[in-house]
């Protein structure tokens, strides 16, 4: 099991200095990874920052830790801008760098207040031609592209990333829909959340989710499930589940700041005293794949 934090960047964390010093106690503490949320607002007024802005702090900040967004709503960005930024990201890192990537949530603030579609199935076409695009313009060779929300010729991107055959994709996916997990299986890992209110999914919800994404999968290459979930306090308690998930495939364990439920410093403490870290340590899905 890794162990990682998944980092608003809005509120109080949408001060780009502060979440730096957090990275860099999470990686002292023994974290595995730094992930950065992806919100152009949450809610009109709120204070936001850029998680390149914030992800570029975080890895001038740490040395091991792996980092992206966690997630990036694909079909409101440019695919080729992201691979120029995540690219960046990856050098900057020394080749640390994971692309999490989803429909993008909640949709009218991120899509329908600027004029764009808040149509899933839209939404949905754009992520799809995204993905082959950004994996395309990382392969070193001329890339040509003929879809139906995007055109590209003979376009040659320079340089690589450090990974190859190129930076790990995890895609996010609202359970019980289906189809989020089927494109998940395409790719390199898989970030659920619940649809509905409940938001976080349950220990038994993910056994489920990782079983169906599986099922989909057409390869044996090393794969990375996501838990999402609030982290108990007794450390016990933390390991007897941190080995429950991973007895059916799930590889990373993110937590997130109870904000505003939870201060700021609160959420700190848990940061610097560490993951239930003991002899759970299984090697990175992601770094196994690219070496």
Wanted: proline share 8%; aromatic share 10%; hydrophobic share 45%.
């Amino acid at each position: 099991m890794r162990y990682a934090l998944s980092i608003p960047n809005f509120g109080p964390f949408q001060q780009v200095r502060f979440v730096a010093e957090i990275a860099r106690d999470a990686e002292e503490a023994g974290w595995d990874g730094v992930f950065v949320w992806d919100h152009l607002l949450g809610w009109n007024g709120n204070e936001v920052a850029d998680p390149w802005a914030v992800l570029t702090a975080v890895a001038l900040a740490t040395k091991r830790v792996r980092l992206g967004p966690m997630v990036t709503p694909l079909p409101r960005r440019r695919p080729w801008q992201v691979v120029r930024q995540v690219v960046t990201l990856d050098h900057l890192s020394g080749g640390r760098a994971v692309l999490g990537v989803g429909l993008g949530f909640p949709p009218h603030e991120e899509f329908g207040v600027f004029g764009e579609s808040e149509d899933a199935a839209t939404r949905a076409g754009i992520l799809d031609e995204g993905l082959d695009i950004v994996t395309g313009l990382q392969t070193g060779a001329a890339f040509t592209y003929d879809g139906a929300h995007f055109q590209l010729q003979d376009v040659l991107f320079a340089p690589r990333p450090v990974q190859r055959p190129r930076v790990p994709i995890w895609v996010a996916g609202s359970w019980p829909h289906r189809a989020p997990f089927r494109r998940a299986a395409r790719w390199d890992g898989v970030v659920p959340i619940m649809a509905g209110e409940q938001m976080l999914p349950t220990i038994e919800d993910m056994r489920a989710i990782v079983a169906y994404t599986l099922e989909h999968r057409s390869t044996d290459a090393p794969f990375d499930a996501v838990y999402t979930g609030f982290m108990p306090n007794d450390v016990a308690e933390a390991r007897g589940q941190a080995d429950e998930l991973a007895s059916f495939g799930v590889t990373w364990w993110q937590v997130s700041p109870a904000w505003p439920e939870e201060s700021v410093e609160a959420f700190r403490d848990q940061v610097r005293a560490g993951p239930p870290r003991g002899d759970d340590r299984a090697p990175d899905a992601t770094a196994a794949r690219m070496t």
